[in-house]
T-cell receptor, first 119, second 112 residues
């Protein structure tokens, strides 16, 4: 079974600085997708960034980028120029992409990391 | 309204009662999911569905039942509510495996 682990329950960063959130996963599959979601106090889940496992290039979305290390099964999120609005809980997620009968598109999440941004 | 909606937003029920949480999406997404969110555990998958009439267990299915007779609806039933099922429940849907999942606003359920 696939698992996702976020080992940092809480992180803090000074406004305008850079912070990296860690995520590791365990899978025997070769074809999958990885996601980072943001959950602000409103509880709404918002997609931050997405990575296809077959792509070696790290995904980037404005101030958000990932460091995807497939062999190490690591998928960290880097937030540059942190803003007060980045304060939220961040979830790493894994989703199988295979089309075999055992791959039913299950989407699983890590435990989350609460990010505090200090002014 | 377009999107994915959950109802009710808040619910208080008594131990032993049956309660159903509703989830409706207007996009005709194939995949739908139910999660519970608890402090320290993140989002844990309860059940998911790849299409109408196809459902499968997630990580924490005990005490829950789902059905999916129509693509747009995916209700979650707690057959006999227990205090350990006090949680925030999220429903989500996605069109395909590679695309993002869209989430409802959550239902805060309290079992007393």
């Amino acid at each position: 079974a696939q698992t996702v682990t976020q080992s940092q329950p809480e992180m803090s960063v000074q406004e305008a600085e850079t912070v990296t959130l860690s995520c590791t996963y365990d899978t025997s599959e070769s074809d999958y997708y990885l996601f980072w979601y943001k959950q602000p106090p409103s509880r709404q889940m918002i997609l931050v960034i997405r990575q296809e496992a077959y792509k070696q290039q790290n995904a980037t979305e404005n101030r958000f980028s990932v460091n995807f290390q497939k062999a190490a099964k690591s998928f960290s999120l880097k937030i540059s120029d942190s803003q007060l609005g980045d304060a939220a809980m961040y979830f790493c997620a894994y989703r199988s992409a295979g089309l075999g009968s055992s791959n039913t598109g299950k989407l699983i999440f890590g435990q989350g990391t609460t990010l505090q941004v200090k002014p | 309204d377009a999107g994915i909606t959950q109802s009710p937003r808040y619910k208080i029920t008594e131990t032993g009662r049956q309660v159903t949480l509703m989830c409706h999406q207007t996009w005709s997404h194939s995949y739908m999911f139910w999660y519970r969110q608890d402090l320290g555990h993140g989002l844990r998958l309860i059940y998911y569905s790849a299409a109408a009439d196809i459902t499968d267990k997630g990580e924490v299915p005990d005490g829950y039942v789902v059905s999916r007779s129509k693509t747009e609806n995916f209700p979650l039933t707690l057959e006999s509510a227990t205090r350990s099922q006090t949680s925030v429940y999220f429903c989500a849907s996605s069109f395909s495996r590679g695309l993002e999942a869209f989430f409802g606003q959550g239902t805060r359920l309290t079992v007393v």
